[in-house]
């Protein structure tokens, strides 16, 4: 094989290999409908009498026009067209050489679908592109919850319980306490304290098992701890000089948080009581830390020649501010 076919050969692959919608997104999509109550279609001239409001199938061919079909019952009629909308793989596209991908799936016309479900609110107009959650689910308003990676956590390890209260279906309030542990780092020997936190949460989605919800959340630590701290004399001209006669002294460390931090988060539900919360947010903090009884005559140091040194930027006596991240999962019971 001469050097032109390998490069032809390889050039077309890569072409195919980069139009990821055009692989993977199939000619048809089989839209699941379900309607708040009983009714009978019209799909493709053709009436279907669907007596059991049980969600109907309905398979459409792809494409960038609105799918459409009418809905019917002794009260009412409804035309429903379902916007075309591009699949999620679409966009991996931005991975091929020169963006290819893009020109290709447009080419194919095979970068348009259709959601897999909607449900049609008789009595409002448009449609969701998911069936909502069951009303039985939101029955039950109170849910207390533990975070079981919290006594494992690096920085502020702790039993970790929640209580939240529905209000309505798009709103909750949540109330968490964490009873800091003591365990045998530079952040956490003899610790002792707590971590308490009040969010509100706005959900966004209520889907049929899954609720996407934004949050924000006030949280305020209180935490007192030991570690073996470096010191040297007050004559240091650069904090990140080491003087010969440096020591280490048994320091009490007092810290006191005040965060206020956004949240996105969704709830799962496992079953009809046992729900998984997981939730992402980035903040800001307010640190206050002093050290309770620091040698005189000295100055807390750097404990090794890092760039960054964790130990002593988390210790160092501090009244700023800072970022905040939150990153967790929580299990909850409702009752």
Known sequence: MNKWHTTLIITLLAI????????????????????????????????????LNEPLPLTFENGKSPAEFTI????????????????????????????????????TKKHWKYPNRIYVDLNKHGYLSYFPVDSALLAKKNRFSITPLAAIGGQHPGIELSLQRLIGTHYAVQLTYEQLLASDTYLTRDAKGFAASVEYKWYIRNARKKRLYASLVFEHLNKTHYEFLSYGNDSFQDSFDYDPNYYKYYT??????????????????LSNRLVLDAYFGVGIRHRNVKHLNAPPNSRFSPTNWEWIDIEYDSNKPTNSFSANLDLNVKIGWTF
């Open 252 to 269: 009490g460390i007092k810290k006191k948080f005040y965060s206020l931090t956004p949240r996105i988060g969704t709830e799962y539900y």
């Open 72 to 107: 019917f019952n002794n009260d009412t009629t409804r035309n429903i067209s379902i916007r075309a909308q591009k699949p999620a793989i679409y966009y991996f596209n931005v991975l091929s050489p020169f963006f290819v991908g893009f020109a290709i799936d447009g080419l």
């Open 16 to 51: 195919t290999v980069s139009s990821c919608s055009t692989l993977i997104t199939k000619p048809y999509t089989t839209v699941s409908v379900k309607t708040s109550d009983t009714v009978n279609y019209i799909y493709k001239g053709d009436t279907i009498f669907n007596k």
